[in-house]
């Protein structure tokens, strides 16, 4: 399932300057995209927009043909999960309880979980290495766990497309890892369409098989990884010089950590 | 906890002792030979007077009073995605005990019996209506916003009723003091009917929404993504809390603590899903209030104490406990 955004602008109230200014992007069904930029560059608002989350100023997102906005909540919930950076927790749930709440957009009101309902949980808790914590309180979660509990109940969902909006924050190098791999696994075998914020260059560099990156609310540059990931796009971007490295031991175009200006 | 405690029947245990405690409880002496009579469809004449006509409606009051806090508590607390609210906090019980003061203090009170309950409902609806409108911006309603609305409110209300019982018949103040300490007697059971034709459907809608208040508990923006209509859950979570609070006080006064205290103590014991934690609360809330008010009339002769005293005072260390206990295990 592909979706996208046509020439959508927004504002945030009180804000002098556009969040996401004319921006047209496409997602191809099946495809790992991984939005780059600094802090501001407006990658969470692009991914709110397509997640039906914001209504936009101008222009207009599409999932699958259909404005996001227009979309039933509960219907664009079977189709798209979205893992936002930061959520609260209002009361202590158990691991299972708040993977559950993945099945909710197949559940009325009064309509109590059945077996497959169950089912697709316990898959889901397999799939992210959390069967182990099923049990556990989600509060009492390393940050590792708790990223994984949550893309566990986005997988409950079982949607099409899943929008991540730093899904690495706070982890380490080993659960980075882990988390990216998995994303892949979910293109690969379930041929999910998968959009991500990141700000490791190199994890998108080596897993997304699309890039975009933008500034100021705008793309800067937007294509396979060794297209846009340039000096000269990543200085433009990061207002940094950032030199880069290619060759044929690396396999994908990586970015090494140095001093001062390159020459 | 939760295995050591199954949670329906340990309740419903508790609010059958509660039941019979209420009806073996008053100033008339009648055993429990004669409350099997009674029940049985023979026993005394006057053991059935009392029984059918003074205790059951006011047990029954006590079931359906406390069932509809705890209730309208656990919405609150849901949806201000906050432990620490209450039925009362947005101004519902101001309104009510505004318009119970103008019965009260206008003469209306005395002259019929329905009329302070009914400006109590009155004055309940009239208040959340207007924190309500307060709250609701562009569409949305903001549950800081709302907070707000129904602190200041209250405040707003209290002063009203301040300057009324200042300016009013002095034995105005004294009914509207114990008024506002909350009372089941004189409770009938056509009082009780309207309040269960009222409550009962309440109860069930609220149970619907239980789904979508724990994809609340993770924010909004998390909810909706999840498939909630998080204004629509928001705005029946608020309608339903604020209808069960004024319906509760118009019947019995305010009653303090049973609506903060149950619904917490039962996330406690039995987690935080609202599927349970609504339905819980109801049963854990009738058992309370129903114990709580036999507390309120048994032991002191002829004395009654306020009930809004008997919760505060024994929910208070209670709930204190179980809070170190829920924390600490």
Known sequence: MNLGLSSVSLRYDGASDWAICDVNLEFEAGVHSALLGPNGAGKSTVLRVLAGLR?????????????????????????????????????????????????????????????ADRSVVASALARTD???????????????????????????????????????????IGHEYAVFELLSEFVDEMSLTVVSVTHNINMAS???????????????ADGAPPDVLTPEHLGTAYGWPVRTLTGDGLGCVAVPVARGVPE | MRRRFPAVPVLATLLVLALLTGLLTGPAGLGAREIADVL?????????????????????????????????????????????????????????????????????????GWALPLAALVG?????????????????????????AGVVTSAFLSACITLLLTLGPPEALRTAYFWTLGSLSGVSWRMNVILAAYL????????????????????????????????????????????????????????GFVGLVVPHAV???????????????????????????????????????????????????????????????
């Open chain 1, 55 to 115: 209504p936009c100023d101008d222009g207009r997102a599409h999932v699958d043909g259909r404005d996001s906005r227009e979309w039933p909540r509960r219907e664009l919930a079977r189709q798209m999960a979205f893992v936002a950076s930061t959520e609260e927790d209002a009361f202590p749930v158990r691991v299972r309880e708040y993977v559950g709440l993945g099945r909710n957009p197949y559940l009325g009101g009064f309509k109590p979980p059945t077996d």
């Open chain 2, 124 to 148: 309940g609806l009239a208040a959340i209506a207007v924190v309500f409108r307060v709250a609701r911006v562009a569409g949305r309603m903001d549950t800081r916003v709302l907070i707000l």
């Open chain 2, 200 to 255: 009962v459907p309440a109860a069930l809608l609220s149970l619907g929404l239980a789904r979508d208040l724990n994809a609340l508990s993770l924010g909004e923006e998390a909810a909706a993504a999840l498939g909630t209509d998080v204004e629509r859950t928001k705005r029946a979570a608020y309608v339903l809390g604020s209808l069960l609070a004024a319906a509760t006080v118009a019947v019995a006064g305010i009653i």
């Open chain 2, 40 to 112: 049985r469809g023979g026993g005394d004449p006057q053991a059935r007077l009392i029984l059918l006509h003074i205790r059951g409606p006011r047990v029954m009051a006590a079931v359906l009073v406390g069932a509809g806090l705890a209730l309208s508590g656990g919405l609150f607390q849901a949806l201000l995605r906050n432990p620490l609210a209450e039925p009362y906090l947005l101004g519902v019980s101001s309104g009510a005990a505004l318009g119970a003061v103008l019965a009260l203090v206008t003469g209306l009170a005395a002259a019929n």
């Open chain 1, 130 to 172: 959390m069967r182990d914590l099923a049990e556990r309180y989600v509060t009492n979660l390393s940050a590792g766990e708790l990223q994984r509990a949550r893309i566990a109940r986005a997988l409950a969902q079982e949607p099409s497309i899943l929008l991540l909006d730093e899904p690495t924050a706070h982890l380490d």
């Open chain 2, 267 to 329: 996330r406690i014991l039995w987690g935080s899903d609202h599927r349970r934690v609504l339905p819980l609360s109801c049963l854990a809330g009738a058992a309370v209030l129903t114990l709580a008010d036999s507390l309120a009339r048994g032991p002191w002769g002829p004395v009654e104490i306020p009930i809004g005293v008997v919760t505060a005072l024994v929910g208070v260390p209670f709930f204190l406990l179980l809070l170190r206990r829920g924390t600490t295990a």
């Open chain 1, 206 to 220: 080596r897993f997304a098989s699309r890039v975009v990156l933008m500034r100021e609310g705008t793309v800067v």
